[in-house]
Nanobody, 118 residues
């Protein structure tokens, strides 16, 4: 069984930085896109960044402070100069192939809570 596990969330003060991780594990043949989403309290889920093997794209409002990277089966999201508006559950999504004979599957992590407050 393939799964994504996020880590790195917690309680932070405005101006601080953090790095979230999303590790894929299980039977993995290949991973296509790996994306970061977030959902703030009372709001819809929004995309933060999406990565392929060749490119990284950010939501316009986040590209100045967030940096998404990948290292084989792990995705990272570096978040700088945090503000209270960054408070949300951050989730990882990936399209993962378990073999070359199967279609890729959409896999979601359970999410990690980030709280930014004084």
């Amino acid at each position: 069984q393939v799964q994504l596990v996020e880590s790195g969330g917690g309680f932070f003060q405005p101006g601080e930085s953090l790095r979230l991780s999303c590790a894929a594990s299980g039977k993995i043949f290949a991973i296509g896109q790996m994306d970061w989403y977030r959902q703030a309290p009372g709001k819809q889920r929004e995309v933060v960044a999406w990565t392929t093997e060749r490119s990284i794209t950010y939501a316009e409002s986040m590209k100045d402070r967030f940096v998404a990277t990948r290292d084989e089966n792990t995705a990272y999201l570096q978040m700088n100069n945090l503000t209270p508006n960054d408070t949300a559950v951050y989730s990882c999504h990936a399209v993962i192939w378990q073999s070359d004979r199967q279609a890729g599957a959409d896999i979601w992590g359970q999410g990690t809570q980030v709280i930014v407050a004084s």
